[in-house]
């Protein structure tokens, strides 16, 4: 993964401050992952080095005026992947679990920092997410979430993942491993993956298909998934799960 100065100079790793460095108040975004297949060719770490990737170079690209102080907090590595259970090296702790580490984590946090952003990089944490967030708003947190999107993208280690790891760790990807999996929508695949998992659906793990992929074209995703993510923070506007939306007439 590229180091922070590529990424962001102004960016503050929380892991490697020591306590009287952290500014009292501004924002901290804490990078939400999994640890789970990802087919014969990317990382059971995928969906974290997504997360981690965006939030770095999303906090060194808000606005200082906007923003205030911006840390990125340690990565949350495990999720709820059960999904993938079927594969050898996922690791899940499911929903309730994971809801109830956001929670404390937001409990710990906002009595230095002022406004806490989840910045998801797998969609099997969103319900974990939109319970957690919303029941830490109700509470008074200033506490909002959103995931790292590509519109058009594939479900999951296809031409989408693939080439954004090849921008961001391209010495993690086994390229001469990839093969293409099932690539119906994932809209359709949805009632299968419910009732059977991927290994289920998918033999490879893999839902798309990651031939062609390229570092320029996950270089280009990577850009517009920051893009998108410091939109919506600037804007805090979020629904009622606290998931932050678009600006207003944005496309």
């Known amino acids: 993964m590229a180091p922070l100065g590529e990424s962001g100079e102004s960016a503050v790793r929380l892991a490697g401050s020591v306590w009287p460095s952290v500014p009292v108040g501004g924002l901290v ?16 770490s995928t969906d974290t080095v997504i997360a981690r990737a965006v939030a770095e170079r999303t906090a060194a690209a808000l606005a200082p005026e906007t923003a205030g102080p911006v840390l990125v907090a340690p990565a949350v590595e495990y999720g709820a992947s059960g999904e993938h259970g079927g594969f050898p090296g996922t690791i899940s702790i499911g929903h309730e679990a994971l809801h109830v580490v956001l929670v404390e984590m937001v409990r710990s946090l906002t009595p230095w920092a002022w406004r806490v952003v989840f910045v998801n990089g ?25 995931s790292c999107e590509a519109p058009g993208g594939d479900a999951h280690a296809g031409f989408t993942e693939t080439s954004v790891m090849l921008h961001l760790a391209p010495e993690l990807v086994r390229t001469a491993a ?48 920051v893009a998108d993510v410091v939109r919506r923070i600037t804007e805090n506007r979020a629904d009622t799960r606290g998931r932050l939306l678009q600006p207003a007439g944005h496309r």
């Not at 975004?29 to 059971?44: C, D, K, R």
């Not at 797998?122 to 959103?146: F, P, T």
């Not at 289920?200 to 517009?224: F, I, K, Q, Y």
């Open 29 to 44: 975004l804490v990078p939400v992952g999994a640890t789970e297949q990802h087919g014969p060719h990317l990382p059971l």
């Open 122 to 146: 797998h969609g099997g944490n969103v319900r974990a997410l939109g319970s957690a967030v919303g029941q830490l708003r109700g509470e008074g947190h200033d506490v909002g979430w959103l």
């Open 178 to 225: 990839a093969v293409p999996g099932d690539t119906r929508p994932l809209a359709a695949l949805m009632p299968e993956l419910i009732a059977r998992g991927v290994r289920g659906v998918s033999p490879s793990g893999v839902l798309g298909d990651p031939t062609g992929a390229t570092a320029e074209r996950g270089r280009e995703l990577v850009e517009a998934m």
